[in-house]
């Protein structure tokens, strides 16, 4: 605090962002992709492209869902039943399967296996047999579980991360007196000063979507990241928490009785559950809980995006005599209701096209925001180098290292991203282990360029992975052209927006990454420096032109990737 408070926040600021950027960068892009995922996923599965070109009732919908699971998996443990959506046209069943005796001294398997099936729901008849893909769930899992480890690890990684992003954003406001002001100037071609107002234009321009995503996201993992108040109140009982927290779960407690009965006809149970909810109410999900037993439990949970909050009511009927035995979620206390909406307010589920498209550029702001923060550090740093550049040492290694994990997040994400979707279009459909190959697509993708960056962090580098990410993310609609026929002559004229709109979007994000390139190509003529007037008026920055020339060089790495080249050619 010698230096003031706001110095002090400032460096609160530079640390806190710098620290964990490059993981905030994959959780905002991966984040901000998961707003759609929905239509990731449609768009990833082309064999259920022409599937449900008619809405189908919801009552006709889930009997023949139902009448689906009847004969593929009768005898199952669990059946589940997402009903088609404006966003999803077909109906995606899950069940899993009487796990099978265990042999003498066999452990138990880690997770329980279970089937999976789309089905038309105009014909209750299966959609195609649609590709194996994780499709956009690993986007939006990606964002809080990362891969490769244990979930529990991810999520307090992301969480540690997060709580750095709140204190970045805080202290940033504080650090920034003109932060607003700020936010309407914008001058090119000044180094380091370039790089402070697309860093305050991305930051404000959706500040309230960024203090809200990253507080929300940490009330997500509430129960993780403060579990005292729960072990205290509840004497360490887990179940009696969730079963008064969540009690539509208290249906997958029961035990089967072991008589085989009918199941009832699941069409009575919507119409009353709809009439329960009020105009306007749909049923989104469908659960069944040991089908064809005495002792089955059917329980109906309200579509997305009737209100705000994540906690939909349910209602749980019995599933042999159709009697209602407990409805949930009409009454919530205050303090259940503040984290439903936070945690709708996270997920954006209630949101409306329009509304998930801001969403998603406030998302992508967000992106722009840590990536010119990070660049923006490299820019600062370099500046102390300017003489030893001048005399021809090298950087350090920190700066180094920075400079090359911003060429493997900033530039080598958006090329792994693009590879998943090329995994998806060029992979055999019958692949073993397809939807896991994808993923590795993604990763080998990534590391490539990572190790290419960190190898060479230079302008060059940064060129060629511009470019190589606009070629694939422009390429997309070509692909999906030539692999199938959903193609955009297609989607446009038929009304399929959901594949058009991910081919326009990969498109327009092609031709961005595509200007990025073009850009960092572009060679400053060095007569400037010498046509500047010999007596500049003092700055701040303890920088020369020279040197703020050689800053803009040196994030964009010019010349041919040597540092004291650069310099001179800024000199």
């Avoid at 208290?250 to 009832?264: I, N």
Wanted: charged residues 15%; hydrophobic residues 50%; contains cysteine.
């Amino acid at each position: 605090m010698k230096d003031g408070f706001r110095q002090s926040m400032a460096w609160l600021h530079t640390w806190s962002g710098l620290l964990v950027g490059w993981v905030l960068f994959l959780v905002f892009c991966a984040g901000t992709g998961a707003y759609f995922k929905d239509e990731i996923s449609f768009w990833m599965r082309p064999e259920l492209h022409r599937a449900a070109s008619q809405p189908v009732p919801e009552d006709e919908a889930a009997a023949r869902a139902v009448a689906f699971l009847q004969q593929r998996a009768p005898g199952a443990v669990r059946w589940f039943v997402s009903l088609p959506t404006d966003r999803e046209p077909t109906a995606r069943l899950f069940w899993n399967p009487k796990p099978a005796p265990l042999a003498p001294g066999a452990a138990k398997p880690r997770r329980a296996a279970f089937g999976s099936a789309s089905v038309d729901p105009a014909t209750g008849a299966e959609a195609g047999t649609a590709r194996a893909t994780r499709g956009g769930e690993f986007i939006y899992r990606l964002h809080f579980d990362l891969h490769y480890m244990p979930a529990i690890w991810a999520r307090w990684i992301v969480s540690f991360c997060a709580m750095f992003m709140l204190v970045a954003i805080v202290s940033g406001i504080v650090t920034h007196k003109r932060i607003f002001k700020d936010f309407f100037t914008f001058r090119p071609k000044k180094g380091q000063r370039s790089w402070l107002d697309a860093h305050n234009a991305t930051a404000v321009l959706a500040l309230p979507f960024h203090l809200m995503i990253t507080y929300t996201g940490l009330v997500t993992l509430m129960f993780m990241l403060m579990p005292w108040g729960p072990q205290a109140a509840y004497k360490g009982d887990e179940k009696a928490f969730t079963a008064e927290m969540f009690p539509a779960t208290a249906a997958r407690d029961e035990k089967p009785a072991g008589v085989a009965a009918p199941l009832v006809p699941v069409a009575p149970l919507l119409a009353q559950a709809r009439a329960h909810w009020g105009e306007g109410a749909r049923v989104g999900r469908l659960q069944v809980i040991h089908p064809n037993d005495a002792n089955a439990r059917i329980t109906l949970t309200r579509q997305d995006g009737h209100d705000l909050s994540s906690d939909q009511p349910s209602m749980v009927f019995h599933g042999a005599t159709g009697a209602l035995l407990s409805t949930s979620g009409d009454t919530v206390r205050p303090a259940a209701q503040t984290r439903g909406v936070l945690y709708g307010l996270h997920i954006g589920r209630f949101s409306n096209p329009l509304l998930r498209g801001l969403f998603f550029l406030s998302g992508l702001a967000g992106c722009a925001m840590v990536a010119t923060g990070l660049l923006l550090w490299a820019v600062k740093e370099r500046q102390k180098y300017a003489k030893a550049l001048k005399h021809g040492r090298r950087v350090g290694f920190g700066l180094r290292l920075v400079d090359g994990l911003n060429v493997a997040a900033i530039a080598g994400l958006p090329i792994a991203f693009a590879a998943y979707f090329w995994a998806n279009r060029l992979l055999p459909v019958v692949l073993a282990d397809r939807a896991q190959a994808e993923i590795t697509g993604f990763f080998g993708a990534w590391a490539l360029a990572a190790v290419a960056g960190l190898a060479w962090p230079s302008r060059r580098m940064w060129q060629a992975q511009l470019w190589t990410g606009a070629a694939l993310f422009a390429g997309v609609p070509l692909l999906n052209a030539a692999t199938t026929d959903s193609h955009l002559g297609v989607s446009m004229v038929q009304g399929l927006w959901t594949v058009a709109g991910f081919d326009l979007v990969c498109l327009a994000l092609g031709l961005a990454l595509g200007a990025s390139a073009w850009w960092v190509g572009r060679r400053r003529p060095a007569a400037k420096a010498r046509t500047a007037p010999a007596a500049a008026p003092p700055t701040p920055a303890p920088a020369t032109a020279a040197s703020a020339a050689s800053v803009a060089a040196a994030v964009a790495h010019g010349g041919d990737g040597s540092p004291h080249r650069s310099l001179e050619a800024a000199r």
